[in-house]
């Protein structure tokens, strides 16, 4: 198997984990974890790394904004750009939504959270 036929089986089973556990739509969960990930990147850069619409994005965040899980600012650098942060209750709502993945993965080995983190380093280099 070529490692790109890997990365979209990699790809397939881990949303359908992810999905078990997300009753409000797995790209919600997506958007608030990558928000909280690059907290200091401005939304276009997000954007990038979701690989999703800006239509899209803007009703999601809109979504988040409504619920009270994110909030939108200016960028303090640049003031044409945007970023968002999370709110406590975002913060709750994504720690909540991870511990119950966690329960269903179970244990890991040292190996293979170390293979995860030299994925994750080599795709974010990539992308």
Same mark, same amino acid.
């Given at each position: 198997?070529?490692?790109?036929?890997?990365?979209?089986?990699?790809?397939?089973?881990?949303?359908?984990?992810?999905?078990?556990?997300?009753?409000?739509?797995? $790209?919600?969960? *997506?958007?608030?974890? %990558?928000?909280?990930l690059y907290e200091n990147l401005?939304?276009?850069? !997000?954007? &990038?790394?979701?690989?999703?619409?800006?239509s899209n994005f803007a009703l999601?965040?809109?979504?988040?904004?409504?619920?009270?899980?994110?909030?939108?600012?200016?960028?303090?650098?640049?003031?044409?750009?945007?970023?968002?942060? $999370?709110?406590? *209750?975002?913060?709750? %709502?994504?720690?909540?939504?991870?511990?119950?993945?966690?329960?269903? !993965?179970? &244990?890991?080995?040292?190996?293979?959270?170390?293979?995860?983190?030299?994925?994750?380093?080599?795709?974010?280099?990539?992308?």
């Amino acid at each position: 198997m070529k490692k790109a036929q890997y990365l979209l089986e990699i790809e397939a089973l881990t949303e359908n984990l992810m999905k078990k556990e997300s009753e409000n739509g797995l $790209l919600k969960i *997506k958007v608030l974890s %990558f928000i909280d990930l690059y907290e200091n990147l401005s939304v276009s850069m !997000i954007i &990038e790394k979701l690989g999703i619409k800006k239509s899209n994005f803007a009703l999601i965040s809109a979504e988040l904004e409504k619920e009270g899980l994110a909030v939108s600012k200016q960028a303090e650098i640049d003031r044409r750009c945007r970023t968002m942060s $999370l709110t406590e *209750k975002g913060k709750a %709502f994504l720690e909540e939504y991870f511990s119950k993945i966690d329960t269903h !993965i179970g &244990e890991t080995s040292l190996e293979l959270d170390h293979a995860i983190e030299v994925i994750l380093t080599f795709l974010n280099k990539r992308i």
